[in-house]
């Protein structure tokens, strides 16, 4: 989807009147993108995949047949719904068009109504498979990503940090004393402060490529793309104050409770030979010296950040 929110569909078609009447039929409700030849049509995937394709089979260099072959041959794009649009109406190359993995076939002349139904079915089924993902993605008690998600997440940022030699920060978060928090309010209480400070840790991750996540149980971790140790303190100790000086409100509104977290810093430019798990351990090691030295600090590489535990 775009920035509006709308799905974005990229027509491949070589003749000028095919692509001005799907735009025509198809812009009011959604993002049309447009190319004419197969090598364009793969360049703009590259560079911005589109929710679904239409592709024509006949076009100039590269046929549609070749196109949809290498759209699947990669896992970056072998997901996106192709359907073919065609004047030939063999039953040879429509069976040829769904085995190379075409999700539809829709043979020219046009008919509005058949191009419509056909990309609301396959664009549903996109929607259902996403949310699927979502869910599979997101921890359904704070709604924001879970540890699979945060592994996910770490894998490509770790690739691009040794491929573009730029420090990549992580700061792993553990609630205080969360079990006897239970034990006095009750864990539907317990549950509820989870969500809130998970709210500041969203809000904390302001950059399009921060992560905030819950890695089980009170543990969470914030990752930081790009950015230094010194300015992964910066944030850490927002996070830290934000959460000391949050009230959260039991279910009949007579009693504000409070906590505190936590935090273990870590901060690296890192090469081929680092390991991702070396990384995670350093964290959860300064996680660990933080609540050894009293709770409610960071720790960090560069020392301690102390503050009086509650």
């Not at 549950?191 to 400070?197: A, F, G, H, M, P």
């Not at 104050?241 to 007579?254: F, H």
């Amino acid at each position: 989807m775009d920035d509006t929110g709308k799905f974005s569909i990229l027509v491949v078609d070589d003749e000028k009147s095919n692509l001005m009447m799907l735009n025509g039929i198809l812009s009011k409700e959604y993002t049309v993108f447009t190319a004419k030849s197969g090598e364009d049509a793969l360049c703009r995937v590259a560079e911005d995949p589109p929710d679904l394709i239409l592709l024509d089979i006949i076009l100039p260099g590269m046929d549609g047949f070749e196109v949809l072959k290498r759209l699947k041959g990669s896992p970056d794009t072998r997901g996106i719904p192709v359907i073919i649009i065609t004047g030939l109406t063999t039953e040879t190359d429509e069976e040829k068009g769904l085995l190379l993995g075409a999700v539809d076939y829709i043979t020219k002349p046009f008919k509005n109504g058949i191009v419509i139904a056909r990309i609301k079915t396959h664009l549903q089924i996109v929607r259902q498979i996403r949310l699927i993902e979502r869910l599979g993605l997101v921890d359904p008690l704070t709604d924001i990503p879970n540890r699979r998600c945060f592994d996910d997440r770490l894998s490509i940022e770790w690739r691009r940090s040794i491929r573009d030699k730029k420090p990549i920060s992580f700061m792993m978060m553990d609630v205080d004393k969360f079990k006897t928090y239970n034990d006095t309010w009750g864990h539907p209480q317990g549950d509820v402060l989870l969500t809130s400070i998970s709210r500041i840790f969203s809000s904390a991750a302001r950059r399009s490529g921060d992560l905030a996540a819950r890695l089980g149980g009170e543990e969470f971790g914030v990752l930081l793309p790009d950015t230094d140790i010194a300015a992964a303190l910066i944030v850490a100790e927002e996070i830290r104050s934000r959460v000391e000086n949050l009230r959260i409100p039991t279910a009949d509104g007579k009693t504000e409770t409070k906590t505190t977290i936590s935090i273990g810093v870590v901060s690296v430019v890192p090469d081929k030979n680092m390991l991702v798990a070396d990384f995670i351990s350093a964290a959860d090691k300064r996680l660990y010296a933080a609540k050894d030295a009293g709770r409610n600090c960071i720790c960090s590489e560069t020392g301690n950040n102390n503050h009086e535990p509650h």
